[in-house]
């Protein structure tokens, strides 16, 4: 930035004088002059070129779906709506992805998974757990963000496969899926708070913990009538009770 502020007024001040004020020597800017770009950003433009080439090459986007939920956020009855999304948990071997599935009507978590990285799979398994917990007999609607997993194609596939009809937030806004959020919250403040986890693993246990043994069976919400999810569940009649 020196260099660039000495080149930019040479024709105003003396070159050797603003050196001196800025505490830089005139052979390090007439060095800078002839290679003015550092390594990093030179690497960083090619980089940036290579992104902008492979973009243009990739053929059809990701597909993007309308945001069928809109915001609708209480559901009659169980089974009906869920929503998706992901988060990350900090530790010392590096960051724990933590990817849910919340049934809209309870505010029950009925699927979830944790990796090292935050590919496709990790929502398909979150996913696929909701899926073989819950049973549903009827379409689903699965709200999510437009995260490159949620528009991948073997996401796409498993929702056909499984009569799940999806629905987007639109790009941006994270008020679209509320209730994920509000749970991502939850879990960081009551639990998660500042700390940082020794390993992955205790990470993934402290998460099971929180989830299946405090926040599903215990964690009372307003919306609930001051109940737990399952407690909420299980007052209700028909309510499907796998892998509790």
Same mark, same amino acid.
């Given at each position: 930035?020196?260099?660039?502020?000495?080149?930019?007024?040479?024709?105003?001040?003396?070159?050797?004088?603003?050196?001196?004020?800025?505490?830089?020597?005139?052979?390090?800017?007439?060095?800078?002059?002839k290679?003015?770009?550092?390594?990093?950003?030179?690497?960083?433009?090619?980089?940036?070129?290579?992104?902008?080439?492979?973009?243009?090459?990739?053929?059809?986007?990701?597909?993007?779906?309308?945001?069928?939920?809109?915001?609708q956020?209480?559901?009659?009855a169980?089974?009906?709506?869920?929503?998706?999304?992901?988060?990350?948990?900090?530790?010392?071997?590096?960051?724990?992805?933590?990817?849910?599935?919340i049934?809209?009507?309870?505010?029950?978590?009925?699927?979830?998974?944790?990796?090292s990285?935050?590919?496709t799979?990790?929502?398909?398994?979150?996913?696929?757990?909701?899926?073989?917990?819950?049973?549903?007999?009827?379409?689903?609607?699965?709200?999510?963000?437009?995260?490159?997993? /949620?528009?991948? #194609?073997?996401? *796409?596939?498993?929702?056909?496969?499984?009569? =799940? @009809?999806?629905?987007?937030?639109? +790009?941006?806004?994270c008020?679209?899926?509320?209730?994920?959020?509000?749970?991502?919250?939850?879990?960081?403040?009551?639990?998660?708070?500042?700390?940082? /986890?020794?390993? #992955?693993?205790? *990470?993934?246990?402290?998460?099971?913990?929180? =989830? @299946?043994?405090?926040y599903?069976? +215990?964690?009372?919400?307003?919306?609930?009538?001051?109940?737990?999810?399952?407690?909420?569940?299980?007052?209700?009649?028909?309510?499907?009770?796998?892998?509790v």
């Amino acid at each position: 930035m020196k260099y660039a502020f000495v080149a930019e007024h040479r024709p105003t001040f003396s070159m050797r004088r603003m050196c001196r004020c800025l505490n830089i020597h005139p052979s390090g800017f007439y060095a800078w002059v002839k290679n003015p770009l550092s390594h990093r950003a030179r690497e960083d433009a090619r980089q940036t070129k290579l992104l902008k080439g492979a973009r243009k090459d990739s053929g059809k986007p990701s597909a993007v779906v309308d945001n069928t939920l809109d915001r609708q956020f209480d559901v009659a009855a169980p089974d009906t709506t869920w929503v998706s999304d992901i988060t990350y948990i900090k530790t010392y071997e590096g960051f724990l992805y933590l990817a849910v599935v919340i049934d809209l009507y309870s505010r029950r978590v009925i699927g979830w998974a944790t990796q090292s990285r935050q590919p496709t799979d990790l929502v398909l398994q979150a996913l696929l757990m909701a899926v073989w917990r819950r049973k549903p007999k009827q379409t689903v609607l699965i709200h999510t963000d437009q995260g490159s997993q /949620y528009t991948s #194609r073997d996401w *796409a596939a498993f929702l056909r496969a499984h009569n =799940i @009809e999806h629905s987007m937030s639109r +790009r941006g806004n994270c008020h679209d899926n509320a209730v994920a959020e509000s749970f991502f919250n939850l879990l960081k403040r009551e639990r998660v708070r500042r700390r940082t /986890y020794k390993t #992955r693993e205790q *990470a993934r246990q402290d998460i099971f913990d929180y =989830i @299946e043994m405090f926040y599903n069976p +215990r964690r009372k919400h307003v919306r609930n009538g001051m109940l737990s999810p399952v407690d909420f569940e299980n007052r209700q009649p028909n309510v499907n009770q796998e892998g509790v």
